[in-house]
């Protein structure tokens, strides 16, 4: 396969599939190794952003995603306007920081840091596909953990776990919503607002 048609099949791969797609399942699919696999794709994207098209090809956490670009981001706003996502409430901001920074976390650790129930938010969270399950903690009764998506990677954009605000170092029995969290938190709010924004169409 030459890198033309591998381009293609690239391209068709994650326009069809919307979703982020992991480059393990297009080297297995085009029989490429990872390291071609991300050269091209990153070719793709530099050649998106140089010609400024209306589309762009993004990296997330060991996956790649077609959206839209972010200049365009009012006409896209304007016509599925009915589409856009409500605003997350402080409430579930501070959860879903909680769950950004300790996870994998289960609901008792993150009312217990909270002071307050957040069954609701959590679900609220799992809804959003911001949040999912991450398996149950050894412990007796058993507790569901909980962990952040590929979703609230896209929707904060953040290429990875690893571009999170930093924190210094707590163990989750140290943890709490101290000065360091809430700004982290204001970061988190303001990133949230620039892509609620921009409409993104992610």
């Known amino acids: 396969?030459?890198?033309?048609?591998?381009?293609?099949?690239?391209?068709?791969?994650?326009?069809?599939?919307?979703?982020?797609?992991?480059?393990?399942?297009?080297?297995?699919?085009?029989?490429?190794?990872?390291?071609?696999?991300?050269?091209?794709?990153?070719?793709?994207?530099?050649?998106?952003?140089?010609?400024?098209?209306?589309?762009?090809?993004?990296?997330?956490?060991?996956?790649?995603?077609?959206?839209?670009?972010?200049?365009?981001?009012?006409?896209?706003?304007?016509?599925?306007?009915?589409?856009k996502p409500a605003r997350l409430s402080q409430p579930a901001l501070e959860v879903l920081a909680i769950i950004a920074y300790f996870q994998p976390v289960t609901r008792a650790y993150i009312e217990q840091v909270r002071g307050v129930d957040s069954s609701y938010t959590v679900g609220l969270l799992l809804e959003r596909e911001l949040i999912c399950e991450a398996g149950r903690l050894a412990v007796p009764g058993r507790p569901m953990q909980f962990r952040t998506t590929k979703n609230f990677l896209r929707s904060f954009g953040l290429g990875s776990l690893d571009d999170l605000p930093e924190l210094p170092p707590a163990t989750q029995e140290e943890a709490q919503l101290t000065m360091e969290m809430e700004s982290a938190l204001q970061r988190l709010q303001q990133a949230e607002g620039v892509q609620q924004e921009e409409g993104g169409a992610l």
């Open 1 to 83: 396969m030459d890198l033309k048609e591998l381009e293609s099949a690239i391209e068709g791969i994650l326009f069809a599939a919307g979703d982020p797609v992991p480059v393990e399942r297009i080297c297995l699919t085009l029989g490429q190794d990872r390291e071609t696999v991300d050269s091209v794709c990153q070719r793709i994207a530099d050649f998106y952003s140089y010609e400024r098209r209306g589309i762009r090809l993004v990296r997330l956490d060991g996956s790649w995603q077609m959206c839209s670009a972010p200049e365009h981001a009012a006409y896209i706003r304007k016509t599925l306007e009915n589409r």
